[in-house]
């Protein structure tokens, strides 16, 4: 009997919406990053998941790799017409966002429910 793998996320849904939620406080390591991004992706490419709020506010360390991921999540949901928004942010890791630029890239709220609310805007338009 094959054990089933931990997930290193939580998800929720909300009227449409998907909210992901992290379970480890830093997304440092290779392994980590690659079984969580495998984890994103098949929620976007194989479970149909098109509008996310990635919920941040358990996350204290990432690192660029993570960057990558996150990146490549938004590529793969602007080509799919889905959506995501960053919510819960620490002030000291938006500051990673804002040396990379990629504040610009991204969508932020302080608090998941003014993020799902935006994202719902959105999807009515």
Not at 27 to 41: K, N, Q, T, V
């Amino acid at each position: 009997m094959a054990l089933e793998k931990e997930s290193f996320i939580k998800v929720t849904r909300e009227k449409g919406v998907s909210i992901i939620a992290f379970k480890e406080a830093t997304l440092l390591d290779a392994y980590h990053i690659d079984e969580i991004s495998r984890e994103l992706y098949d929620l976007i490419d194989k479970a149909g998941h098109r509008y996310i709020v990635l919920d941040l506010s358990t996350i204290k360390m990432l690192s660029s790799q993570t960057l990558a991921v996150l990146l490549s999540m938004k590529q793969k949901l602007d080509a799919l017409d889905g959506c995501m928004i960053i919510c819960g942010i620490d002030p000291r890791l938006y500051r990673v966002f804002k040396i990379t630029n990629l504040q610009e890239v991204f969508e932020f709220f302080a608090e998941r429910q003014l993020a799902v609310e935006a994202l719902l805007k959105k999807i009515e338009k």
